[in-house]
């Protein structure tokens, strides 16, 4: 862990879970793997205290644990998952692709399982239910069925799934049994089908028990996860299907600005045919035909076969081979090249990055460079079409900031430099991973920055908020307009007019966060999908 990860790690911890749990996390991200006692002796805080912040870290899946150096007869020690703790800052993103996904229900439903960490699916329901039931006109009510059905569509496209049970034997070393979110060293085996099953026991049932879940949770009278059946199965947000899906997204948009609307639907297609058969870290997507394709077309797409067929050649022949073939058969076998649209996306961004902070020119050098693999200056100035001396301080820029590297070939072993070719060169990987280090510091700086602006204007925000507070239950119980306004007077013009622009500042550097962590995850993206190719 480099110091921005675990600075960012403290910051998100921070903000979600409060000051205790920020200090426990963090101690635990550097000091790698600890007991409980050890934990509590060198954080100084109280064992109450110790234990409380683990409970909130395990039961969000930020931390495992598991049988120490001494054995199961030993004390159980404590290790922290910095990954899961980084996908807090995408929270705001996995809401938003439940709500476009499956509506106000979806949304609700993702957002209270993040919020708990991990839920029944009877009391998912009935907050659920609850919350849209609270926000209709009086007397309508929200039918659970509806809430069950969403919830059962989650799980089927696997953005929820079942928690691991810890087992009996693991209890035995200091750990309690409990659902967790993350496996250990014991936990009771469930396979893929029980993971992405809305049944309440691990096996299969009689058909004539299939629905039982389903119409427990459905029904108002039974709110009670222990007459629900459900007491003991929890679940949890599925990250890498959201991770899988916001891939998909973006090779989708990268086709649709590369070539136009209609090839950008035909790799939509292609990958939503493969989106639950191929795994996680897969280079390709499963080989799929043209007439498989053709007819999982949406007709209001309006691509005849013909037409396909120049599509996908057209795919297969482009520079950025988002699209391969593979065979013949069933009019060709065709398949989406992850890998690469995700060296492309993250070629992409690094040129992006260049451009913004050093300008055209520099850019220029860049891409050319990483076209050419290895130039010496005169080839670069030359290429490039800039003059000597604006070439060379660009260069010599571009090598300080460790974005170009310089590869030194001698022509006789004494390296004297009237016999050394000097090659400029750019690595892609080591460029991705020294962006996401600038990434990370960002997100840090931003959030810094959004806590301080916070922290400066407290007074004022939770005065606007008694206001608003007071205003809601004023026309609950119907109130006269001049009660209203009179209410409304209490914040004066100066306070209102600051009050605009904090939010205004807030909303920017939340919109900030939120384009940085794209970048983030593309180059996140780009380094495991590399690391896994190898």
Excluded at 244 to 249: E, G, N, P, T, V
Excluded at 420 to 428: A, D, I, K, M
């Amino acid at each position: 862990m480099t110091a921005q990860e675990v600075r960012l790690c403290g910051l998100l911890l921070q903000e979600h879970f409060g000051n205790v749990v920020e200090k426990v996390g963090t101690h635990l991200i550097r000091s790698g793997v600890l007991t409980l006692r050890a934990l509590a002796h060198e954080t100084k805080l109280p064992l109450d205290l110790v234990k409380k912040s683990l409970c909130v870290l395990v039961q969000h899946g930020m931390c495992t644990f598991g049988a120490g150096r001494r054995g199961p007869a030993g004390p159980v020690e404590y290790r922290i998952n910095c990954e899961r703790v980084f996908h807090m800052l995408r929270y705001p993103r996995y809401i938003y692709t439940a709500k476009s996904l499956y509506g106000d229900t979806g949304e609700l439903i993702v957002e209270e399982i993040l919020q708990r960490g991990q839920m029944t699916m009877s009391s998912t329901v009935k907050t659920v239910a609850d919350r849209l039931t609270h926000n209709m006109p009086e007397g309508q009510s929200m039918d659970y069925s509806e809430v069950v059905s969403a919830f059962s569509q989650l799980v089927e496209t696997h953005f929820l799934q079942r928690c691991p049970l810890a087992s009996a034997g693991s209890s035995s070393s200091g750990a309690v049994d409990t659902p967790l979110p993350v496996a250990t060293q014991n936990f009771l085996v469930i396979n893929s089908y029980d993971i992405y099953s809305t049944l309440s026991q691990g096996k299969r049932r009689r058909s004539s028990e299939d629905g039982e879940a389903d119409q427990c949770a459905a029904k108002k009278a039974r709110t009670d996860d222990s007459e629900c059946g459900d007491d003991r199965i929890y679940w949890q947000v599925n990250f890498q299907r959201f991770h899988l899906h916001f891939r998909d997204q973006a090779i989708i948009s990268a086709v649709s600005c590369k070539l136009d609307q209609s090839s950008s639907e035909i790799v939509r297609t292609m990958l939503r045919m493969s989106e639950v058969t191929t795994p996680a870290h897969a280079a390709f997507t499963q080989a799929l035909s043209a007439n498989e394709i053709f007819r999982a077309l949406l007709s209001s797409y309006n691509i005849a076969r013909p037409i396909l067929d120049q599509y996908l050649s057209l795919l297969v022949d482009d520079p950025m081979e988002f699209v391969g073939k593979t065979g013949d058969s069933g009019g060709g076998m065709y398949v989406v090249n992850l890998h690469r649209a995700l060296a492309n996306l993250a070629r992409a961004t690094l040129e992006s990055v260049v451009q913004e902070r050093f300008g055209s020119r520099s850019a220029r050098i860049f891409r050319l460079l990483l076209r050419k693999r290895h130039l010496e200056q005169k080839q670069v100035e030359d290429f490039a079409m800039i003059p000597a001396k604006e070439a060379k301080d660009m260069l010599y820029k571009l090598l300080s900031e460790n974005l170009v590297q310089l590869q030194e070939i001698p022509k006789t072993p004494d390296y004297a430099p009237s016999r050394t070719f000097y090659l400029y060169t750019v690595n892609q990987l080591p460029t991705a991973r020294l962006l996401l280090q600038h990434s990370y510091k960002t997100v840090g700086n931003l959030m810094e920055r959004r806590l301080y602006e916070t922290k400066e204007n407290k007074r004022l925000l939770e005065k606007s908020q008694r206001i608003e507070a007071i205003l809601a239950s004023l026309q609950a119980t119907g109130a006269e307009a001049a009660q209203l306004t009179e209410v409304e007077e209490m914040i004066t013009v100066p306070e209102r007019q600051q009050l605009e622009s904090l939010r205004h500042h807030i909303n920017k550097l939340d919109s900030s966060e939120n384009q940085v962590d794209e970048t983030i995850f593309l180059l996140k993206s780009y380094i495991n999908s590399t690391q896994a190719s190898r």
